[in-house]
């Protein structure tokens, strides 16, 4: 059993679209790479670290290369996702965050018979690593006064995955695991086997979001709330080509996970100018949006990055980022009393009153 002291850092932050493959300490991936005996791990540590980041402008390839190179020093390694997990807790608490749903496909991290991946040979199925992982939460939960929870990703191009993913939904739904997501390029749209696990998701209770209108189109936009009965959009920024699907998206009050850094490196948001970026516009329109890392080891970003970036290069006031945490707390994937202790926390945090 841990015997670290839970941190004393206050908590005032929310954070609902984390990858926890893209957020991985350096450190901790340095370690496993020397572990298995990797020649990125014989390198001196601030050479690895170009390997294991991206912090370029615009090359999906090469961020997609970061990954490819990591993930495999993470696969069937119980002592390891259960680590990536706990330690995800010990920094996000460190940076002031509160409650956080850190999502991930099991997959990626499974051996046994994950053809796809050429990740076969082994017995380590996408429910032992959601037991992992769930493991890691809870203890980081209870260790930093942190409330973590997971959602689980189904992928574009790998459609036998999304039955396994709902049938994980299903299993640990609430037990740590409180949502489904869809994620990959949006160029190819939802296969049959996304659409039921969706079908069901929304059937069984299960919250959902997808990614669209990120590098993809409005239409992506349309076809997550229609086809894949979608309560948040990861990213969303392409919502501003079609004033159709904006104003939807304003009346609903359909939440958009909005990642700054992320869609600056990955050239998602239409501009490198961070003044011009579609959240500027988001905010002057009182959108329902939060403001997320995505990836914080892979982009070398943090919360409170993401906020210094809104506030100073955006312009962003405190009244609309404190307006911008309140939002992802009601759009939690939580049940409703959840939902308001979480609500009530941050008012104390924050000072306020109503």
Not at 214 to 222: I, L, Q, R
Request: aromatic share 8%; glycine share 6%.
């Amino acid at each position: 059993m841990s015997t670290v002291a839970k941190t004393a850092t206050p908590k005032y932050r929310v954070e609902l679209h984390c990858h926890l493959d893209g957020s991985i300490r350096c450190s901790t991936l340095y370690e496993l790479a020397k572990k298995r005996d990797s020649f990125h791990g014989k390198k001196p540590f601030e050479d690895f670290m170009k390997d294991v980041t991206y912090t370029g402008v615009g090359n999906l390839t090469k961020c997609l290369e970061v990954f490819g190179r990591f993930l495999p020093w993470l696969v069937g390694d119980k002592e390891a996702v259960e680590r990536i997990a706990y330690e995800l807790c010990e920094d996000k608490a460190k940076d002031g965050v509160a409650y956080i749903e850190a999502r991930y496909c099991p997959h990626l991290f499974a051996n046994d018979n994950i053809v796809a991946l050429k990740q076969t040979g082994g017995d380590v199925s996408p429910r032992d690593v959601v037991t992992w992982v769930n493991e890691g939460l809870r203890r980081g939960s209870r260790d930093f006064g942190i409330v973590a929870k997971s959602i689980l990703c189904c992928y574009r191009g790998f459609p036998d995955w999304s039955h396994d993913i709902i049938e994980l939904c299903k299993e640990f739904h609430n037990d740590t695991v409180v949502g489904i997501d869809l994620c990959g390029d949006e160029k190819i749209a939802a296969c049959q086997q996304d659409i039921d696990a969706y079908k069901e998701a929304t059937q069984c209770g299960i919250h959902r979001t997808v990614h669209a209108g990120e590098s993809g189109t409005a239409a992506n936009v349309t076809e997550a709330l229609d086809v894949l009965q979608a309560e948040r959009i990861g990213h969303g920024y392409r919502v501003l080509d079609d004033i159709n699907v904006y104003d939807r998206v304003k009346e609903k009050r359909i939440h958009l996970e909005v990642c700054p850094m992320s869609s600056y490196h990955l050239a998602t948001a239409g501009t490198e100018d961070f003044s011009k970026h579609p959240a500027v516009r988001f905010a002057a329109d009182d959108v329902n949006f939060s403001l997320n890392t995505d990836d914080d080891s892979v982009f070398q970003t943090s919360m409170s990055k993401e906020f210094n970036v809104a506030f100073n290069k955006m312009g962003l006031n405190e009244a609309q980022l404190t307006a911008v945490t309140f939002n992802a707390a009601r759009s939690a994937f939580l049940p409703e009393d959840k939902k308001q202790q979480l609500v009530r926390q941050l008012k104390d945090a924050h000072g306020v009153d109503s």
